[in-house]
């Protein structure tokens, strides 16, 4: 058994990889910018965790003290601008650091292409590939297409076009052949490195059974999900950058994390050789073919048991600043809107609206009003309110709801989201369950922190709509509480 470091643990492959490495039986050190984001996990107790950033080589050398296979899962997803020296410069930071520690492999999932030219984030996968080949360790570069798998933001693209679009104009992509692989299949992959023995340096392309167009996979989605059949009309004028404003308008995956995907459907990306199972054997039923792993993933989804998503991530460019929480805290302006209300219903039942507040359960206030104010925030490229959650019942620190994310949670007492939407400043909505001589009361506190002058503008311009909007939020979760608890008692 080897002692593991996973790198990208937050994210939607890394969160999984983690527990199947564990049931393999290896010790798992985790490496993260933000450790709290850990915290809630099922696996957290059983880990190891380093605090570090890949660019940081002394920080990074330390989380590779002893460390004998490293994972490196880090994408720059979503990014814009100088993603990809941002991406080059982590890669070789590690991959010294790697060198130092005496790591005897490194183990790296790219992407999958067929040459010729391509995207700059496509091309920046491949060069950090080229990086890891190329340092003082042996690495293993897995190259994959399409990952299917609850969650991911390749089957929630192609879920959300084919539910939403009986009728589809598309772009010339949908008829370009990929490999597409379930992601159970990847993660045999990966684990399996942590064991094979030889010393390998390469890349290896990785796929399903099935060779499809993007057309044949909404189809396929169709048929397994039990809808009529798509019409799929190709339209040749719809660059990347329009298709991917389309697919942020249809589906859930906003526009900046759309482009890569539809850039790296662009050229054709299939497996050119399987050389992979000369050491890591295809399993004794063959490798999961592509209806299977849709008929597991919407299983999982109609469950609530997906273990991570695509928005598990860090969003590129979201604000990571902690709530400020010194009274006397001297940064600058910070506005403040509190309210309470005292519920007629016990803290537990109070406390079980708020843990589900968000994605299908709504916000409890003006539901035109949200739904505007996430719109706007796609239209400025941001995540929007279709996020949803992961789980529609329970919430651990880090997950997404709609554009917040969970900054901190105390089971029963105190739920912080930190927005994640595109502001001219930092924004949290606090929402907790108080005490007041025996009677339950729900607290209520958002948080501004204003950048410049247009932050105060922000500010004071829709301080107006807060009545409104924060205004009705007790009332209504008062009353969802009331409702829950007379709905326990029957």
């Known amino acids: 058994m080897a002692r593991c470091l996973v790198t990208g643990a937050t994210g939607y492959i890394g969160g999984r990889l983690v527990p199947e490495l564990l049931t393999a039986g290896h010790e798992v050190r985790c490496m993260a910018r933000s450790p709290a984001r850990l915290r809630d996990l099922p696996w957290a107790g059983r880990v190891e965790v380093a605090e570090a950033d890949a660019t940081d080589a002394e920080a990074t050398l330390r989380a590779l003290d002893g460390v004998e296979v490293a994972y490196y899962l880090i994408h720059a997803m979503g990014a814009t601008g100088r993603f990809a020296e941002r991406d080059r410069l982590a890669a070789r930071t590690?991959?010294?650091?790697?060198?130092?520690?005496?790591?005897?492999r490194i183990v790296y999932l790219?992407?999958?292409?067929?040459?010729?030219?391509?995207?700059?984030?496509?091309?920046?996968?491949?060069?950090?590939?080229?990086?890891?080949?190329?340092?003082?360790?042996?690495?293993v570069v897995l190259r994959a297409a399409v990952i299917i798998g609850s969650g991911s933001a390749s089957f929630e693209m192609l879920r959300y076009l084919t539910e939403r679009l009986p009728v589809m104009t598309t772009p010339r992509w949908v008829r370009t052949r990929t490999q597409p692989i379930a992601v159970r299949d990847v993660l045999r992959y990966l684990v399996a490195w942590a064991d094979v023995p030889e010393t390998v340096n390469r890349a290896f392309d990785v796929g399903g059974p099935d060779v499809l167009t993007y057309a044949d996979m909404m189809h396929g989605y169709a048929a397994v999900a039990g809808l009529p059949h798509r019409l799929i009309v190709p339209v040749p004028m719809l660059t990347p950058r329009l298709s991917s404003l389309w697919?942020?308008?249809?589906?859930?995956?906003?526009?900046?994390?759309?482009?890569?995907?539809?850039?790296?459907?662009?050229?054709?990306a299939v497996c050119r050789e399987h050389d992979v199972a000369r050491y890591v054997p295809d399993p004794p039923g063959g490798l999961t073919g592509f209806l299977d792993a849709l008929t597991l993933a919407l299983k999982k989804i109609k469950e609530a048991d997906v273990a991570t998503r695509w928005s598990s991530?860090?969003?590129?460019?979201?604000?990571?600043?902690?709530?400020?929480?010194?009274?006397?805290?001297?940064?600058?302006?910070?506005?403040?809107?509190?309210?309470?209300?005292?519920?007629?219903?016990?803290?537990?039942?109070?406390?079980?609206?708020?843990?589900?507040?968000?994605?299908?359960n709504g916000w409890y206030s003006l539901p035109g009003a949200w739904w505007l104010r996430g719109l706007v925030d796609r239209l400025v490229g941001g995540v929007g309110l279709r996020r949803g959650r992961r789980d529609p019942r329970r919430l651990r620190?880090?997950?997404?709801?709609?554009?917040?994310?969970?900054?901190?949670?105390?089971p029963g007492r105190l739920l912080r989201l930190r927005a994640e939407m595109r502001l001219p400043g930092l924004a949290w909505l606090e929402l907790g369950v108080g005490d007041d001589r025996?009677?339950?009361?729900?607290?209520?506190?958002?948080?501004?922190?204003?950048?410049?002058?247009?932050?105060?503008?922000?500010?004071?311009?829709i301080s107006p709509f807060h009545g409104l909007i924060f205004g009705r939020m007790p009332v209504n979760v008062a009353a969802a509480a009331a409702r829950e608890e007379a709905a326990e008692r029957t």
């Open 94 to 104: 590690f991959a010294r650091a790697a060198e130092r520690a005496g790591v005897r």
């Open 110 to 139: 790219g992407g999958l292409t067929a040459g010729g030219e391509l995207s700059p984030h496509m091309r920046s996968r491949a060069e950090v590939g080229e990086i890891f080949l190329s340092c003082g360790v042996p690495a």
């Open 247 to 268: 697919v942020g308008l249809v589906t859930p995956v906003p526009p900046g994390i759309a482009r890569p995907l539809v850039e790296s459907l662009r050229g054709e």
């Open 313 to 360: 991530a860090s969003t590129p460019g979201a604000p990571s600043d902690p709530l400020p929480t010194d009274p006397g805290w001297a940064g600058g302006s910070l506005y403040v809107d509190s309210r309470n209300k005292v519920v007629a219903a016990s803290p537990a039942a109070l406390w079980r609206v708020i843990e589900g507040i968000g994605g299908e």
């Open 397 to 410: 620190v880090g997950d997404s709801i709609d554009f917040w994310r969970v900054e901190e949670l105390l």
């Open 438 to 461: 025996g009677r339950t009361v729900y607290t209520q506190r958002a948080v501004f922190h204003p950048r410049g002058l247009l932050g105060q503008l922000y500010w004071w311009s």
